[in-house]
Antibody
């Protein structure tokens, strides 16, 4: 069974940083691109970042470019998102998600349960 | 970026009703459109990919159609477990944008 388990969220002050983790199991991790998607309280879904299977290619939404860094450790089957220079508008549940297949331009399945990041003083 | 819109933003329906949700892309995305179901406090679940392909394990009362810029999700006979928010997503080009969601609640 494919499982994704996020951790690392919490309360952080504006300007602060966190590292989110997503532990993956049940599939050959390094053959799948992975993404982070966030959802602000009561709002819709926003794609944040993606990384290719081997980690060579990374992509970011304009809203986080230069502040967030996606990475992966394929030896540990773990995806990361370093979030820095945090703003109130970054408050959200952050989900990691696996692409449905190893083909390009695939939707996400499954998703982790999410980890909440709250940016507040 | 490709903008996604959905209508209606919410719909009230009864068990057994047929429900149709539409999703429109600001430019053509071929058939690279997915639909997700999300229940409160839970992660989204993939229902439909490639506009009309049913994800494994998803009941056949869910169906999708469309290509280019206009897409629909249809629930043929609404069941109690289908009350949720439905999101569309384009995967034609990054950023993989989502629609704002359609909430289906009990009439």
């Amino acid at each position: 069974e494919v499982q994704l388990v996020e951790s690392g969220g919490g309360l952080v002050q504006p300007g602060g940083s966190l590292r989110l983790s997503c532990a993956a199991s049940g599939f050959t991790f390094d053959t799948y691109a992975m993404s982070w998607v966030r959802q602000a309280p009561g709002k819709g879904l926003e794609w944040v970042s993606a990384i290719s299977g081997r980690g060579a290619n990374t992509y970011y939404a304009d809203s986080v470019k230069g502040r967030f860094t996606i990475s992966r450790d394929n030896s540990k089957n773990t995806l990361y998102l370093q979030v820095s220079s945090l703003r109130a508008e970054d408050t959200a549940v952050y989900y990691c998600a696996k692409e449905r297949t190893t083909m390009l331009r695939e939707p996400f399945d499954p998703w982790g349960q999410g980890t909440l990041v709250t940016v507040s003083s | 970026d490709i903008q996604m819109t959905q209508s209606p933003s919410s719909v009230s329906a009864s068990v057994g009703d047929r429900v149709t949700i539409t999703c429109r892309a600001s430019q053509g995305i071929s058939s690279l459109l997915a639909w997700y179901q999300q229940k409160p406090g839970k992660a989204p679940k993939l229902l439909i990919y490639a506009a009309s392909s049913l994800q494994s394990g998803v009941p056949s009362r869910f169906s999708g159609s469309g290509s280019g810029t206009d897409f629909t999700l249809t629930i043929s006979s609404l069941q109690p477990e289908d009350f949720a928010t439905y999101h569309c997503q384009q995967t034609n080009s990054l950023p993989f944008t989502f629609g704002p969601g359609t909430k289906v609640d009990i009439k």
